[in-house]
C-alpha cells in the first residue's frame, strides 16, 4: 500500500478517535522508514491536553489500526499535544489563532521576503493576513506556505500568570 493511501487512512481512524474523545485532531506525521514507521499524531483542546486524553485517544486508535491491520509493518504510536508553538496547517488554524504571533516561511519569497514573523490579523479568502514586525502588514498565499508555527509571547505569558 502506498504510503500517502495509509496516511490518509491513518488520519480517518485518528480523526473519528479524537472527534469520539472530546478532543481536536491538529495533525498527522509518518516518521521514519516503511518497516518501522512511527505514525505522531496531535491532538488538542482548548484547556490543554492531559495525559489521560493522550492514552485514550492512543489506545482508540490502536485498537482501530490493529483491527484494520492495513500497516505492512512494526509501527510505533505516539500521540501528544502539539504543544505551545503548535502547527498551522489549515485556514481553519488561522482564523482560530487571530490575534496570535506567529513565524511563517514560504516556499518562494513574497516581494523579496521569505520567512514572516508577527501577529496573525486574519485569513481573508486563501490568503493569510499577518502583521510582520519588519514589512508590516502582509497578505501570504496559504498555498505558498511550507511550514508555520506559532511563536510563544512571553510577555502575555507573564500577564496570564500574575
Known amino acids: 500500500m502506498e504510503q500517502a493511501s495509509v496516511a490518509e487512512r491513518i488520519e480517518k481512524i485518528a480523526a473519528d478517535a479524537t472527534a469520539e474523545n472530546g478532543v481536536e485532531f491538529v495533525h498527522l506525521e509518518l516518521a521514519g522508514p516503511k518497516r518501522n514507521m512511527t505514525v505522531r499524531v496531535f491532538i488538542d483542546k482548548p484547556e490543554g491536553v492531559t495525559i489521560e486524553d493522550c492514552t485514550t485517544v492512543s489506545h482508540a486508535i490502536e ?50 521576503q521569505a520567512n514572516f514573523n508577527g501577529r ?43
Open 63 to 112: 485498537e482501530a489500526l490493529d483491527a484494520d491491520d492495513f500497516i505492512p509493518s512494526a509501527y510505533v504510536l505516539e500521540v501528544s499535544s502539539p504543544g505551545l508553538e503548535r502547527g498551522l496547517y489549515s485556514l481553519d488554524d488561522y482564523k482560530k489563532f487571530a490575534g496570535k504571533k506567529a513565524k511563517i516561511k514560504t516556499a518562494e519569497s513574497q516581494n523579496g
Open 120 to 162: 496573525i490579523e486574519g485569513v481573508e479568502g486563501d490568503e493569510i493576513v499577518l502583521e510582520d514586525r519588519t514589512s508590516g502588514m502582509v497578505r501570504i498565499p496559504f498555498a505558498s506556505i511550507e511550514k508555520a508555527n506559532l511563536k510563544v509571547d512571553l510577555t502575555e505569558e507573564f500577564k496570564k500568570r500574575r
